[in-house]
């Protein structure tokens, strides 16, 4: 039971490249969340997703989409990277009140 | 990892004495508040959780104190151990089903 799983674990961007962070939970928890931590702001919510098929903008959504693909998987892209968005990206599996975190992924835009 | 811990408050406890961790929130409308535990490198895990309808809630070595009138929330340690050390934030949500919101989070160091 892996819990909830995020890849990669470490990226480098140049500014303007794209990527997709991935996330997939195996708990069948119907909302999945995905945050950024940075030094001194502790984790601020990007997107979010209630259940299957729909999802909702969170604290600092600029610069960010999201896709749920199904109810396992949360994807969040970055279209264009800028160096504001070097963080430590948090996807989380929620059932009630209790987050499930994956192992984060670091990432740094040059 | 340690970087997360930068510009951080720090709370700095000896080894068996009791903690307390503070926490402002600022949504009157916020129905849950929930308290997670951080260690370097890894991601948030659960402590514990209460509703606004309570002030207060006991769980294994911590206690949650909630008060309404002042937007405030506290966590407390009994008996600290090397092992709590790590970064703990407070979160809050409407209701069950919306949105968590973390605030900034306390670096808890303990001292041997």
């Known amino acids: 039971n892996a819990g909830v799983t995020q890849t990669p674990k470490f990226q480098v961007l140049k500014t303007g490249q794209s990527m997709t962070l991935q996330c997939a939970q195996d708990?069948?928890?119907?909302?999945m969340y995905w945050y950024r931590q940075d030094p001194g702001m502790g984790l601020r919510l990007i997107y979010y997703?209630?259940?299957?098929?729909?999802?909702d903008k969170g604290e600092v959504p600029n610069g960010y989409n999201v896709s749920r693909l199904n109810k396992r998987e949360f994807s969040l892209r970055l279209e264009s990277a800028a160096p504001s968005q070097t963080s430590v990206y948090f996807c989380?599996?929620?059932?009630?009140?209790?987050?499930?975190f994956g192992q984060g992924t670091r990432l740094t835009v040059v | 990892g340690e970087s997360v811990g930068l510009h951080l408050p720090t709370l700095s406890v000896q080894e068996g004495d009791n903690s307390i961790i503070n926490c402002a929130y600022s949504?009157?409308?916020?129905?849950?508040f929930i308290w997670y535990k951080q260690e370097s490198g890894k991601g948030p895990q659960f402590i514990i959780d209460?509703?606004?309808?309570?002030d207060k809630r006991q769980g294994q070595r911590v206690t949650v104190l909630l008060n309404k009138t002042v937007k405030h929330l506290s966590l407390q340690i009994a008996a600290t151990q090397p092992g709590d050390s790590a970064v703990y934030f407070c979160?809050?949500?409407?209701?069950?089903?919306?949105?968590?919101?973390f605030g900034k989070g306390t670096r808890l160091h303990i001292l041997p």
């Open positions: 997703s209630a259940s299957e098929g729909t999802t």
């Open positions: 708990m069948n928890h119907n909302s």
């Open positions: 949504n009157s409308a916020s129905d849950y």
């Open positions: 209460i509703r606004s309808n309570m």
């Open positions: 989380a599996s929620i059932w009630g009140l209790e987050a499930f």
């Open positions: 979160a809050e949500t409407a209701n069950r089903d919306d949105k968590i919101i």
